[in-house]
């Protein structure tokens, strides 16, 4: 599995994420992913994580990400 990830904030602001993986079964996927930008106060992220991911229904998944990031100015 590869794809992108945009997390969205409350605010709107996004991060962008790069993300490659192993579907696990029962909607549970596991990878890495390499931060690729963002807007507002995460503009100019970098980082790396890795993540696991369950479904909780058609089109909505809890995801958990775990790594280090930088935040130029930050």
């Known amino acids: 599995m590869h794809g992108y990830v945009v997390v969205t904030?409350?605010?709107g602001?996004?991060?962008y994420t790069k993300a490659e993986g192993q579907l696990l079964g029962n909607?549970?996927?596991?990878?890495?992913g390499v931060y690729i930008?963002?807007?507002g106060s995460y503009e100019g992220i970098k980082g790396s994580a890795v993540f696991k991911s369950n479904m909780m229904a058609p089109g909505v998944s809890f995801l958990e990400f775990?790594?280090?990031r930088e935040i130029p100015g930050k």
């Open 9 to 11: 904030f409350p605010n």
């Open 13 to 15: 602001d996004k991060i």
């Open 27 to 32: 909607g549970q996927t596991k990878g890495t």
């Open 37 to 39: 930008g963002g807007t």
């Open 66 to 68: 775990e790594g280090e």
